[in-house]
């Protein structure tokens, strides 16, 4: 890999842009130091680093951190032409470095098993990657022991790396395909109490839930179906007339 053209980790680069080329290469783009330094601090294969002649040959202190910890794992770092950067960053300015990082595709057994006995954050639906992101930040925070995200958008989509800010690289995920209702099953079955974020029949979210939680945030247009076997329906009170 060290050996390639700046052209083609480019033009690869590009292809991961769109999810058919996520899906056809199993891989995704981290962008900026930053979070190229959390994919390394988590042990996050890389496969290759672009950057710009700029970082190359004048890096800022922090890319220059970054790249001496590249070279002292092994990945290839290559630079490209200014412009090139500008134009795969689309001129977003978090460092001018872009790593190619495998997608570890992970089994929904497998991650409920490593989360078992500990609350877990479901995603349903969830559409906006810069949403995932945040989602993912924020259940990193409050302690899940994994994310599960049923249908809408994946979760190496570039933007949602980018919004988890390095989370994603912490909390065990998982991307299903699944009916709503098998998850709940499967879930309940496994010891998870389904607890669902809706604004209907639902009670003001208790000070404390207790016992291994599943989590639901619907998507942001539709939410969660009504109709699922919840243990638990919760809102957070807020003003009225807001969506």
Same mark, same amino acid.
């Given at each position: 890999m060290a050996a390639m053209k700046w052209q083609d980790c480019a033009g690869l680069?590009?292809?991961l842009r769109k999810a058919g080329g996520r899906r056809a290469h199993g891989a995704t783009v981290a962008e900026g130091w930053r979070l190229i330094e959390r994919a390394l601090a988590a042990g996050q294969p890389i496969t290759f680093v672009l950057m710009s002649e700029r970082a190359m040959s004048k890096p800022t202190t922090d890319e220059a951190r970054?790249?001496? $910890?590249?070279?002292k794992t092994g990945? @290839?770092?290559i630079a490209a032409p200014d412009a090139?950067? $500008?134009?795969?960053? &689309? &001129?977003r300015s978090f460092g001018d470095l872009l790593a190619l990082l495998p997608i570890d595709a992970r089994g929904l057994e497998s991650v409920l098993r490593q989360a078992s006995g500990r609350s877990v954050l479901v995603g349903y639906d969830v559409l906006d990657p810069g949403n995932l992101g945040a989602l993912t930040r924020t259940a990193h925070a409050l302690g899940a022991a994994a994310v599960i995200w049923v249908r809408g958008t994946h979760p190496m989509h570039p933007k949602a790396l980018r919004s988890s800010m390095g989370s994603c690289f912490r909390v065990p995920w998982v991307h299903v395909s699944l009916p709503c209702d098998e998850v709940v099953g499967l879930l309940g079955a496994g010891g998870w109490r389904n607890v669902a974020t809706l604004t209907k029949r639902s009670q003001p979210? @208790? +000070? $404390?839930i207790t016992g291994p939680c599943a989590v639901w945030m619907g998507s942001e247009a539709h939410g969660l179906p009504e109709d699922a076997a919840w243990d638990l329906r919760v809102r957070i009170p807020m003003a @009225? +007339?807001? +969506?």
């Amino acid at each position: 890999m060290a050996a390639m053209k700046w052209q083609d980790c480019a033009g690869l680069l590009r292809q991961l842009r769109k999810a058919g080329g996520r899906r056809a290469h199993g891989a995704t783009v981290a962008e900026g130091w930053r979070l190229i330094e959390r994919a390394l601090a988590a042990g996050q294969p890389i496969t290759f680093v672009l950057m710009s002649e700029r970082a190359m040959s004048k890096p800022t202190t922090d890319e220059a951190r970054v790249v001496q $910890r590249l070279a002292k794992t092994g990945v @290839p770092t290559i630079a490209a032409p200014d412009a090139t950067i $500008r134009e795969l960053t &689309g &001129g977003r300015s978090f460092g001018d470095l872009l790593a190619l990082l495998p997608i570890d595709a992970r089994g929904l057994e497998s991650v409920l098993r490593q989360a078992s006995g500990r609350s877990v954050l479901v995603g349903y639906d969830v559409l906006d990657p810069g949403n995932l992101g945040a989602l993912t930040r924020t259940a990193h925070a409050l302690g899940a022991a994994a994310v599960i995200w049923v249908r809408g958008t994946h979760p190496m989509h570039p933007k949602a790396l980018r919004s988890s800010m390095g989370s994603c690289f912490r909390v065990p995920w998982v991307h299903v395909s699944l009916p709503c209702d098998e998850v709940v099953g499967l879930l309940g079955a496994g010891g998870w109490r389904n607890v669902a974020t809706l604004t209907k029949r639902s009670q003001p979210l @208790p +000070d $404390r839930i207790t016992g291994p939680c599943a989590v639901w945030m619907g998507s942001e247009a539709h939410g969660l179906p009504e109709d699922a076997a919840w243990d638990l329906r919760v809102r957070i009170p807020m003003a @009225p +007339d807001i +969506d």
